[in-house]
């Protein structure tokens, strides 16, 4: 710069950076540095002098500073106000319709079409249909569990049952006064016996000629002083159960004779019993039968004596068959089955027609399956 020219005392300064604010405490590490110096320092004046300056009394310097800045000696927090706290109402039902209803109509939300929804009911639908299907496959018994090569499973009391109840009680109507004339080679029996039920040892039991999709048990009873012959009785209703014109053809059942020991401990599913007519009453309660017919209750094919050694109507030259009809019929009922009609003058009467009543028309029968 030229000399001799006069200058204000403000340009020959040094130029500084600002400095900070007063009592505030060193910020960037230069001046930490500085501050903690050994060596002495040098400040310019502002007359451009300069003077000569102790670390240790500026260090000491800058400390009452901030001592007297901050009383506490500890660095001051700014304060927090405190803010009341807002207590939020629960969302009304018309809130929340209004929100859905919102959230619906969004812009940028599609929509699920028509048919999209269906296919989606569909598919549901599916899925459940399949999963009862492979319940129902994997709990039904099956054609190779009782196949010849195996040895048929045996089901308990719930397998016989279809509906998870026992089979309704259920007794032929009373046949029309008079009642019909014993049949040929029929005897008498007494009304009463001695009201005590004896087990019998049922024969065994033919096998079916299907593949049977569950077993039932079966045991025998026979009332002492009945007047029937327990050992026939026995005989008859075995081979009845194992005709191949039997349940066990109709219903994919395998009939098994149980012994007297496990009929009376109730490990059995039907429990045939041949009383006399007083007994055949009070077993079947509240069925009426008056003496005159047979039934189903509580499990037990109840046959009447009386009956068993008269017949009906229609098998007066037959009564074996008469005989094999009534175990039938009442083993009917046990398997879920109901009274029918006669389907036709001078068909065949199904086994569940009531056929001591009269046969209405229809032949004589006394098998489920029909030719």
């Known amino acids: 710069m030229p000399e001799g020219i006069d200058l204000p005392d403000w340009v020959s300064e040094t130029s500084r950076a600002p400095s900070r604010r007063e009592g505030a405490p060193p910020t960037r590490r230069s001046e930490r540095r500085r501050a903690t110096e050994p060596q002495s320092r040098s400040a310019t004046r502002r007359d451009g002098r300069t003077a000569h300056i102790d670390p240790h009394t ?14 506490s000696g500890r660095r001051a927090e700014p304060s927090r106000a405190t803010r009341p706290v807002e207590m939020v109402q629960p969302e009304s039902s018309a809130e929340a319709r209004r929100r859905s209803q919102r959230y619906e109509n969004a812009p940028g939300r599609r929509r699920a079409s028509t048919s999209t929804l269906a296919r989606r009911r569909l598919l549901a639908t599916l899925v459940v249909t399949t999963v009862l299907a492979l319940v129902l496959w994997a709990v039904w ?14 089901l308990t009391t719930a397998a016989v049952t279809r509906s998870g109840a026992d089979p309704i009680p259920a007794a032929e109507d009373l046949p029309p006064d008079p009642t019909t004339s014993p049949s040929p080679g029929a005897s008498t029996v007494p009304t009463s016996g001695s009201g005590r039920l004896v ?7 033919a096998a079916p000629t299907v593949n049977p999709s569950r077993t039932v048990r079966v045991g025998l009873q026979v009332e002492r002083g009945a007047g029937v012959n ?14 191949a014109r039997g349940w066990q053809t109709r219903d994919r059942v395998r009939f098994r004779a149980v012994s007297p020991a ?9 429990t045939i019993v041949l009383a006399s007519p007083t007994l055949t009453d009070s077993l079947c309660k509240p069925l009426e039968t008056k003496g005159q017919v047979s039934c189903f209750n509580l499990r037990k094919v109840v046959l009447n004596a009386g009956r068993w050694a008269a017949g009906a109507t229609g098998y007066e030259k037959d009564l074996t068959a008469y005989r094999q009809y009534m175990v039938n019929h009442e083993v009917g009922h046990g398997l879920y089955h109901g009274h029918v009609e006669c389907p036709g003058r001078n068909a065949l009467a199904p086994v569940m027609l009531q056929q001591t009543k009269g046969l209405d028309g229809c032949r004589p029968n006394a098998w489920p399956t029909l030719p």
């Open 58 to 71: 500026a260090a000491a310097t800058r400390a009452e500073r901030r001592r007297a800045a901050q009383p």
């Open 141 to 154: 018994p099956s054609a190779e569990s009782s196949g010849p090569g195996r040895e048929t499973a045996d």
């Open 199 to 205: 087990g019998v040892a049922l024969p065994a039991i």
């Open 230 to 243: 327990a050992d026939e009785v026995a005989t008859l209703v075995s081979s009845t159960l194992g005709d």
């Open 262 to 270: 496990a009929t009376a401990r109730g490990e059995v599913d039907i």
